[in-house]
C-alpha cells in the first residue's frame, strides 16, 4: 500500500448505497478532549448508521490491534451513512482511530477523504472538535470558524459563538475545511469549550446540541456519558499497553536497537 | 494536494496581468528578525501591489488559521504585482505566513516559485533577509551576497556591503539564489544586520533604502514602524497560542498522543 | 534504488524451486527478544532450507556490516524455502538484519514482501515474535492473536493462548497479517511469554513447539539453545560497535557535523 | 529540483572528455577524521584533476555558502577526471561539501553516483575513510573491507590490514560498495586508523600511500599537511558560523519558530 487508500465495504458497494441527498460530511476524527470523536460515534450507534466504506494509510503508526475475540485488526478510519429521519440533509460520517502525523501526511489524507466526499456529490462538511482552554466549565459554549464570511452570519444564529476562539486548528478538523474550501466547499468547525486534558463527555453533548440545530435532526444524549467512559477505558488501556512496551526498552520498535 | 502548488487569483487571470516589464522577483519570506517580510509587506502596502498568486503546499504545517471576522485560512504564500511607477522593472513580490522546514520541502517549494517566475519571463531575483549578529546597532549596514562576480561590483556601488557577513544562508533566500543560479537566473541576498532576537523594523529600512536605489524607485517609509509593531502583535500573539496548545498536553496534535 | 526491491538468487531461479504446495510463510524478523528471528533461523539450519531470495530496501539503515573474512555485505531480509517432509504445506521462510523504521517504510516492505508470497500462490501466514512482559516464566506460553474468527478456534485447540495478550502489535509482525488480510490472506501472529530485556531461547523453543503442531513438523530443539548463545554475542558485538561510533562524537554520521 | 542531479560542467562535455581507461572511482566524501575527503582532495590539486561534473541533490542541507568573493554557492559534490600518467587505469574521484543524512536520500544519492560511474563504463571502486578508534597512534595502519573475497587476498599483499576493523561501515563509503556489487561492480574501502575526534592529515597519507599502490601512481605528499590545516581551518568557521545561527535563537530556521 503506497498511498491512503478507500475500500468500500459491503453496504457500501450495494445499490444507492452512495445516492445521499445533499451529503453532509461529519467529521469526528480523534482530538482534543475526544470531544469530536465521542460526539461522532454517538451519533453512528444512536442511529445505527451503516458503514459504508474504510480508510487505510501507510501513514497511520504500522502496528495492529489485538481485539478481545484473539483477532487482529488495522488501524483504520471510517465512513459510516446516515439519511436523514425527515427531509434533511443526508450524512457522511468520518471516524477513526488515528490521525495521520505528518503535514504531508495530513495532506494526502485529507485529500483522499475530499475525494470520496466529492464522488458522491458531497459540498457542506462539518467538523467537530474541542477548544482546549485548560480550564473547567459547567456550560461549554461552543466556539465556531467557517470557511465562508457568509455561514458566519447563518451559524451565528443556530447557536455557534464566534469571535472567541482564537489561534489555529490542527489536523484534518482544519485541513478537510481549508483544502475543501480551495475545491469550492463550504463548512466549519464546531469546537466544544473543554479543559483539554481529559475526555469530555459533557462538552461532546453541547457540540451535539449545536450540532442537532444545524442538521434539523433530534439527537437522544441520553447513553452519551456512559459511551464516553467506555471511550475513556479504551484509551486508558492503550496508555497502558503504550507503557508496557515501552518498557521493554531498545528491543522495542522490531528490535532495530541492537543494529543501529 | 500531492505537491506544492500555484493558483492564480481573480486578478492574476485577467489579460495582461502577468505580462511585467523585466520582472524582478522580490522576496520576503518569514527569517531572522522577519527583516525580510516586513521590508516586502510594507512595500505591498505602500503601493498597494496587487495579489496574483497563492501558494499551498503539503509540507507547510497541517493547521489553519482562524481569523478576527469568524473564518479559517489555509497557511501559505502570495505573489503580489507592482509595477515600476516609471521605466524601471516590474515587480513581482513574494510574502507568506511560513517556510517549509526540511530540505527536500524547501527544494521542491522553490523550485515551483521559480517555475511561476521563469513562466512570466523573469531573470533577475532580489530576497531579503536579516543577518543576525546578536548585537544592537544604531545604523544597520546591509551585507550583500550575489550569484555572480560581476554583479558583486555592480551591487558594491549602489550601496551593499560585501566581505563582511560570512557562513551560510538558510532557507529559501539562499535556496531560490541557487536554485535560480542553475537556470540561468541572476541576483543577490540583502541581509540587514540586525540582533536576530526581535523583530527589527529600523533593519528593514535600512533594507528598503538600498532595495529602492536597485530598483529606482522611491519608497516612503514612515508607515513601516507601525506596520513593524502590528507584525510584532500578531507574532507574539502566535507564540501565546502555541503555548496554549502546549498546555494541552498528550491530546494535542490531534490526539494521537494515546495511541502511540 | 528507489525502492525496496527482491533479488531472487541462483536457488530461486532454477526451475520449479518457486512452486511450493499450499506454501505457508513463516515470519521471524528481528522484535522482541530475538524471538521470532531465533525460531526462524534454527528451522533454517536445522532443515537446511535453501536461500530463494533478498530483499534489499532504502528504508534499512544506510551502512554496510564488515564480515570476518574482511568483506562487505549490505542489510537485508531473506527469503528460505523449505519442503514438508511429509504431505504438509511447503514453508518460505522468512528472517533478517533489521526491519524499517518508519510507517511509510513497514508499509511499503511488507507490501512487496506480500507482492512476492503472492506470486507463488501463498495464502497463509504465521509471523513468531515476543510478548513483553518484563517478567520471567518457567514454562513461557504462546499467545495468538488471528486475521480470522474461525482460525482463533482452530489454533486454540492446537497450543495458541488467546484473551492474554492486549494492545497492539508493532511491526512487520503484525503489519504482515494486517495487510495479508486486506488481500484475502489468512494466519496468525505466535508471540511466546518472554521478559523482554534479554535474548530468549527457551521462548524460542516454546513458539517452535507449538509451530511445529501447526505445521505438522517435528522440529528437533537440541541446538536452539547455542545457536542463540550466538545470536547474542552477534548482538552483543553490535552494540559494542554502536556504543565506539558514538563515542567518535560530531565527526560521526558521515562528518555532516561540522557543516550544519 | 525533485531528485538528485549530475550536471556535466564544461569539461565534462568536451569530446572524449569522458572517455576513460578502465575508469576507477575514488571516494572521498567528509566523515571520521575527514580522512577519505583529504586524501582525495589532495590528489586533485597535486594532480590538477579537472572537473567534470557537478551532483546537487534535494537531500543536502537547505542553505548557499557565502563565499569570499561575496557570491553565493550550493552545497554539493564535484566529480575530477584524473588520466592515469602511465598506463593504469584513469580515475575518476569524487569529493564533495556533504552527504545526505538520511537512509533514503543516501540510497537515491549513491544510485546516481553509480548511474553515472555506469555510464562511463567503471567497473571498481575504492573509497576513502578514517575509522575511529579513540586511540592515537605513531603509525597509522589502514584496514580493508572489500566487495568480493579473492580481492581481500589480493588487496593484502598491496598493504591492507584485514580482519581488525569490525563493525559497520556508515555512509557513501560502504554504499556505494554495497549498492555497486549488486550491479557487478568490485572495490574496496580504506579505513585509515584514526583517533576520530580531530582532522587527521597523517592518517591521509597513511591511505594515500596504500591507494597509490593499488593505482600504480606515484602521490607526493609534501603539501598534504598544509592542506589539512586548511580544510581544518574551513571546518572551525563553519562550526563558528553555526554556532552564531544557533545564538539566534527561535527565529532561526527561517523564522518558522514563531508560527508553530
Chains 1, 2, 3, 4 share one sequence.
Do not use: W
Amino acid at each position: 500500500m503506497k498511498e491512503t487508500t478507500i475500500i468500500l465495504r459491503k453496504a457500501g458497494k450495494e445499490k444507492g448505497a452512495l445516492k445521499l441527498r445533499n451529503p453532509v460530511l461529519i467529521v469526528g476524527l480523534p482530538g482534543i478532549g475526544l470531544v469530536g470523536k465521542l460526539a461522532t460515534e454517538h451519533m453512528i450507534r444512536e442511529f445505527k448508521a451503516e458503514k459504508v466504506a474504510e480508510l487505510y494509510s501507510p501513514h497511520f503508526p504500522h502496528q495492529v490491534l489485538m481485539t478481545r475475540k484473539g483477532t487482529i485488526r488495522m488501524l483504520k478510519n471510517r465512513f459510516y451513512v446516515l439519511r436523514h429521519p425527515k427531509k434533511g440533509s443526508d450524512m457522511l460520517l468520518l471516524v477513526g482511530d488515528v490521525q495521520a502525523v505528518t503535514s504531508e501526511a495530513q495532506y494526502e489524507v485529507c485529500g483522499k477523504m475530499l475525494d470520496f466526499f466529492d464522488s458522491i456529490g458531497g459540498k457542506i462538511i462539518y467538523t467537530l472538535g474541542g477548544y482546549g482552554t485548560g480550564k473547567m466549565v459547567d456550560k461549554p459554549r461552543v466556539f465556531g470558524s467557517a470557511t465562508h464570511k457568509d455561514l458566519v452570519e447563518q451559524l451565528k444564529k443556530q447557536g455557534l459563538v464566534f469571535g472567541v476562539a482564537t489561534g489555529s486548528i490542527v489536523g484534518a478538523a482544519g485541513m478537510l475545511l481549508g483544502l475543501g474550501r480551495l475545491r469550492g466547499m463550504r463548512g466549519a468547525c464546531l469546537m466544544g469549550e473543554t479543559h483539554g486534558g481529559y475526555v469530555d463527555a459533557k462538552c461532546a453533548q453541547s457540540v451535539l446540541k449545536v450540532l442537532g440545530t444545524l442538521l434539523n435532526i433530534e439527537i437522544n444524549l441520553t447513553k452519551l456519558e456512559d459511551r464516553a467512559k467506555e471511550s475513556e477505558k479504551f484509551m486508558r488501556k492503550m496508555e497502558k499497553e503504550v507503557e508496557r512496551q515501552r518498557g521493554l526498552g531498545g528491543m522495542q520498535d522490531g528490535g532495530l536497537g541492537y543494529i543501529r
